[in-house]
């Protein structure tokens, strides 16, 4: 099944739980979480406040994507506050695998996110332990860029290497997915798509819908 996640970065703020919802009851599985930390990438977006008061709005997973410094040190807080998913960067971990451990130690799902720039090699020695590999499609910091096409034969190449390994690895991708985007996306494999401007800007209900027809 593909999944449809919306970042709530690109969301009405003031609505947070309405929008959130909105999204949800047009057929989005996941709700896709940015938490910046004015360090790793130049925006400071949200953290616990919002994330707890979040949870009791949907039974939908909750999708956290951490682009933050040495994740490592919140990964319990998160997994309190009721991620269902936690990705972490590999460019913000000096011991990725010892995170990824934690993330599990928590009952989590572990899911490794890597910028355009990062090569899949990073990811050799961990794949067989991850839930997901987020493939970026824009340099990770803001809603609203415009998806990197070489992006799209990294999927390839990553959906290659879990066919060859036998895994079930979900690939996500994240930013500049659109009604123009997606398409390219999918074929080249990719199993969980985020969206935020397309979804949050405007219609939302007609927006996911669009979208998640795309994808099936
Ligand atoms: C970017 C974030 C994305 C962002 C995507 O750093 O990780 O999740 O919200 O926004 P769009 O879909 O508008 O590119
Ligand atoms: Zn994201």
Redesign the pocket.
Known sequence: MKILSP?I??ADFANLGADVKKAVEAGAQWV?I?V?DGMF?PQISFGNPVITALRPVTDAVFDV?L?IEDPGRYVEDFAKMGADIITVHAEACTHLDRVIQQIKACGKKPAVAINPATPLSVLDYVLDDLYMVLV?T?N??????SYIPYCSKKVRELKAIIKERNLETLIQV?????MKTIDEARDAGVDVF?????VFVGDIEANAKALLERIQ
Not at 194 to 198: D, E, K, L, N
């Open positions: 970042s970065l690109s896709h940015d910046m990438v994507h682009m970026m824009v990770p910091g803001f809603g609203g860029q994240d930013g500049g997915i659109n985020v969206a935020g401007s397309a």
